[in-house]
């Protein structure tokens, strides 16, 4: 009942800063999918380059620069009714509220329900949580279902079924149909978790990693198949990977200001030439390639500066003022977010130490430690790539903050006997 309570005001939150903000600059991303999924619906085509088609006036281009699970639920907002990018907001907000519910379950089932109104009532004012929700970008989706793999994946670990292993494998998958790099969770966090269940043969733990692995192919089939249909060269979840390539491996992106991100200018000044984005993409990939190699004594420093913008050790508030003119994202609440976000980290270790004195194993939660941090270090370092970690920050922390409770509270006890000796 509480946890319903908490995650209903997380909802206001959300819908109070969608409205009090102004949208008069939508972020890259965020107009990316808004006008895909506003073609989709108006029959235009599904999954073309929505940019290509309306400012640039060309005929429909098939597009995979994203994977298809959020203009889904956009277009879903579009057929009800909800048809304008602040209704979009909205959506985004309930998702972002479910996300709230789901992050207070896993916390609930790892140290009961009081850690579990913790962690709903952290995430629920947390921007690092929210702060997407107003974005218009895919990360208020992704939050969701790594909450529920963390979720999922301990209730796997504790009762190890096959019913819980194809679930776990179902949501890796959606989760990689959101973001594909989250394709790592399967092997960050699916087949370890199956690895280190205790009370099973090692035949065993295998076969449910595999069944776990299996749904997520399935899930993610059809799209690679209708990629592999509509582009002249081979395309599994995303096209995107060679213009990510190009934009964090040139000059600035290796010295200066920008050192562990990226610059919209060297995407510009490479020519991908004609073809569709398959092409394209093959074509910035190897450009990118010829750059590293030409570079491989900054590459250990440009990786490590990635990963130290990742998890806000390296420029973080020139990260934020970074994001906010490239990606509109507001720079006051992520500022907030990144001072709660440092003690977050404080309370997440005191919570993973709580889980280990309990027998409760931490590979879900460092699972996705290092998924973020090989993502960081093969792209770009940006904060809402780290959405992933920031529910395992949440929970552990929320397990933390119970535990001191629970301590406090036998020693006032402990002191009221003795007093009363």
Not at 327 to 343: D, E, F, H, T
Request: hydrophobic share 50%; proline share 4%.
């Amino acid at each position: 009942m509480w946890l319903v309570v908490v995650t209903g005001v997380g909802l206001a939150l959300r819908i109070t800063y969608v409205v009090v903000q102004k949208h008069s600059v939508l972020g890259v991303d965020a107009a990316y999918f808004f006008d895909q999924a506003r073609l989709a619906w108006n029959g235009t085509g599904w999954f073309i380059d929505p940019f290509a088609f309306i400012y640039k006036h060309h005929a429909v281009l098939q597009s995979a620069t994203h994977p298809p699970l959020w203009t889904l639920v956009l277009v879903l907002a579009d057929a009800v009714g909800l048809r304008t990018y602040e209704s979009h907001l909205v959506v985004a907000s309930l998702v972002g509220s479910g996300a709230v519910f789901v992050t207070g379950c896993a916390a609930r089932d790892l140290a009961g329900p009081r850690a579990g109104l913790i962690a709903a009532g952290i995430a629920a004012v947390y921007p690092n949580y929210w702060i997407n929700d107003g974005t218009g970008v895919a990360e208020s989706l992704l939050l969701l279902l790594v909450a529920t793999a963390v979720l999922v994946g301990y209730r796997f670990w504790r009762r190890p079924s096959l019913r819980l292993a194809v679930a776990l494998g179902g949501v890796c998958g959606l989760a990689a149909l959101t973001r594909a790099e989250q394709l790592l969770l399967v092997v960050a966090v699916l087949i370890p978790v199956a690895l280190v269940i205790r009370g099973r043969s090692l035949r065993r733990r295998l076969a449910l990693a595999g069944a776990g692995v299996l749904t997520a192919v399935v899930v993610i089939a059809p799209w690679v198949g209708f990629n592999m249909a509509r582009f002249s060269r081979p395309v599994l979840m995303s096209d995107d990977v060679g213009s990510t390539l190009v934009f964090s491996n040139c000059r600035t992106a290796y010295s200066g200001p920008l050192l562990g991100y990226g610059d919209f200018l060297c995407l510009d000044a490479v020519s991908p030439g004609p073809g569709d984005e398959s092409v394209q993409d093959d074509h910035y990939r190897r450009v990118a390639l010829h750059y590293i190699r030409g570079h491989l004594g900054r590459v250990p420093l440009v990786m490590a500066a990635r990963l130290g913008r990742e998890l806000g050790f390296f420029k973080p508030f020139a990260q934020l003022r970074t994001e906010d003119y490239w990606n509109s994202r507001p720079l006051v609440p992520a500022r907030i977010g990144l001072v709660m976000y440092y003690g977050m980290l404080v309370g997440a270790v005191g919570g993973a130490l709580v889980l280990r004195r309990r027998g409760i194993t931490l590979v879900p939660l460092v699972g996705l430690l290092l998924e973020v941090a090989a993502t960081a270090m093969v792209s770009i370092g940006a904060t809402r790539y780290r959405v992933p970690l920031e529910v395992g920050l949440v929970v552990s922390s929320a397990v933390a903050l119970d535990a001191l409770v629970t301590r406090i509270g036998a020693r006032r006890s402990a002191s009221g006997t003795g007093a009363l000796l």
